[in-house]
Nanobody, 118 residues
Framework: QVHMVESGGDLVQPGGSLRLSCAASGFTFSGYRMYWVRQAPGKGPECVSLITLGGGATDYADSVKGRFTISRDNVRNTLFLQMNNLKPEDTALYYC???????????WGQGTQVTVSS
């Protein structure tokens, strides 16, 4: 059974940093592209970042480029998102998601809340 659990969300001041983690189980983690997706209150989901199977390629939304870094540990089946220089507009529920072979994000975690406020 596919299972993903995010952690690391918190309340942080503007300019601060957080590191999110997503522990995955129930599937061959190294065989899938992985994503971080966020949803702010009253807004639709936004794909923040993706990382390919071996971690050799990454991509970011323009809104986070230069501030966020996605990475993965295929031995520990864990996905990470290092977030630096956080802004109030980064406030959202952050989800990790698995990318299927068709490109659909077919499994999601339950999310971890990030709140950026002074």
């Amino acid at each position: 059974q596919v299972h993903m659990v995010e952690s690391g969300g918190d309340l942080v001041q503007p300019g601060g940093s957080l590191r999110l983690s997503c522990a995955a189980s129930g599937f061959t983690f190294s065989g899938y592209r992985m994503y971080w997706v966020r949803q702010a209150p009253g807004k639709g989901p936004e794909c923040v970042s993706l990382i390919t199977l071996g971690g050799g390629a990454t991509d970011y939304a323009d809104s986070v480029k230069g501030r966020f870094t996605i990475s993965r540990d295929n031995v520990r089946n864990t996905l990470f998102l290092q977030m630096n220089n956080l802004k109030p507009e980064d406030t959202a529920l952050y989800y990790c998601a698995r990318g299927s072979t068709t490109g659909v994000l077919d499994y999601w975690g339950q999310g971890t809340q990030v709140t950026v406020s002074s």
